[in-house]
């Protein structure tokens, strides 16, 4: 069993090792358990585009999702979107990878008049909240996309980033490991508990002692279920 305690991050993808990274560049140590690869899943093969909240927020609405579940999330989609474009300028002099940064502005064209008066409203009501978004008349909208469908009455314009998914995970990985991150491969099967405290991670290998275990293992987090006798949400 290692001894290393402190904390223990199961997941080598885009949340685990941006984690990873943050605790990193405040000082504080991890380790980071993949089973395969680092970003050998979706983390590596994802659309990688950062969204304005807005985006987001609208995307959600008409949806099945708990009732004001997104509001409380807000706050920290707009300083993560905020924060992005100093993170790409640090992970490529810390982390040595040209993450393909650059700016990516989303517009959702609309066709019909009822969805039309629907968004504008949005629209202006998402901006008297400070959250970025504008209308943008169909001549703007053609202006952008020459080949849209010429019924379009106008769209939604957000502002956007996007990067290399792959090369932004190794570019968290490496900037990681230069402020003292450890990264391990092993397949998590469980945890050892003390009373209601996880106090080690079980691996196919052996055991990691940890105080503080972050389960970021995308879709498969919902295996801590039974390790946790607990459900995780999804």
């Known amino acids: 069993m290692s001894s290393d305690k402190g904390i223990v991050i199961i997941g080598g993808g885009a949340c685990g090792c941006s984690i990873a990274y943050h605790l990193a560049k405040q000082g504080i140590p991890s380790q980071v358990i993949?089973?395969?690869g680092i970003a050998s899943q979706a983390s590596g093969k994802a659309w990688a585009v950062i969204s304005a909240p807005a985006r987001l927020l609208?995307?959600?609405?008409?949806?099945?999702?708990?009732?004001?579940?997104?509001?409380?999330?807000?706050?920290?989609?707009?300083?993560?979107?905020?924060?992005?474009p100093q993170l790409a300028m640090e992970l490529k002099e810390e982390g040595g990878v040209d993450i393909g940064y650059g700016e990516l502005p989303c517009i959702h064209a609309v066709f019909e008049e009822m969805e039309e008066r629907y968004l504008k409203k949005r629209m202006f009501e998402l901006a008297d909240e400070g959250l970025?978004?504008?209308?943008?008349?169909?001549?703007?909208?053609?202006?952008?996309?020459?080949?849209?469908?010429?019924?379009?009455?106008?769209?939604?314009?957000?502002?956007?980033?996007?990067?290399?998914?792959?090369?932004?995970?190794?570019?968290?990985?490496q900037a990681a490991e230069a402020r003292g991150t450890v990264i391990?491969?092993?397949?998590?099967?469980?945890?050892?508990?003390?009373?209601?405290?996880?106090?080690?991670?079980?691996?196919?290998?052996?055991?990691?002692?940890?105080?503080?275990?972050?389960?970021?293992?995308?879709?498969?987090?919902?295996?801590?279920t039974s390790w946790l006798g607990k459900e995780i949400p999804q």
């Open 132 to 173: 970025e978004a504008s209308w943008i008349e169909a001549r703007d909208v053609k202006a952008r996309i020459p080949d849209i469908n010429p019924r379009v009455r106008g769209g939604a314009l957000y502002p956007g980033y996007k990067v290399e998914p792959y090369r932004y995970v190794l570019s968290l990985v």
């Open 34 to 36: 993949e089973r395969d």
């Open 58 to 84: 609208l995307f959600f609405e008409g949806r099945e999702v708990p009732q004001g579940s997104m509001q409380p999330c807000i706050g920290l989609f707009q300083e993560g979107f905020h924060q992005f």
């Open 184 to 224: 391990k491969q092993g397949e998590a099967v469980g945890f050892r508990h003390q009373g209601t405290k996880v106090t080690a991670v079980i691996l196919t290998t052996g055991e990691i002692e940890a105080d503080v275990v972050v389960i970021a293992m995308g879709p498969w987090s919902g295996q801590g």
